[in-house]
């Protein structure tokens, strides 16, 4: 099992990033897929969650309204768009099967600050 993230980056307070992660290793269809971050200091923490079929949807209330979970299974990919980003989005994202004991990934880096 494996979950290679991407499209991390810095950008300013209001902006907007969208995040991908390719998996490998499993029958990507299956699972529910979720994203996590951790920021300096802090522990890691669930953001967004997505069911297997994508017709669920839950999300933290610190990014409800701004991030969108969306998945294509097909090209076995899990994406976040993030819109409207605050200072305190500022993190390493990781994407992973939701509620399995997978190893994490490398994660990437995204910096909001002006």
């Known amino acids: 099992v494996q979950f290679v993230e991407s499209g991390g980056g810095l950008v300013q307070p209001g902006g907007s990033l969208r995040l991908s992660c390719a998996a490998s290793?499993?029958?990507?269809?299956?699972?529910?897929m979720s994203w996590y971050r951790q920021a300096p200091g802090t522990e890691r923490e669930w953001v967004a969650r997505i069911s297997s079929g994508g017709n669920i949807k839950n999300y933290a209330d610190s990014v409800k309204g701004r991030f969108t979970i969306s998945r294509d299974n097909a090209r076995n990919t899990l994406n976040l768009q993030m819109n409207n980003l605050k200072p305190e989005d500022t993190a390493v994202y990781y994407c992973?099967?939701?509620?399995?004991?997978?190893?994490w990934g490398q994660g990437t880096q995204v910096t909001v600050s002006s």
């Open positions: 290793g499993f029958t990507f269809s299956n699972y529910d």
């Open positions: 992973k099967r939701h509620n399995r004991a997978d190893s």
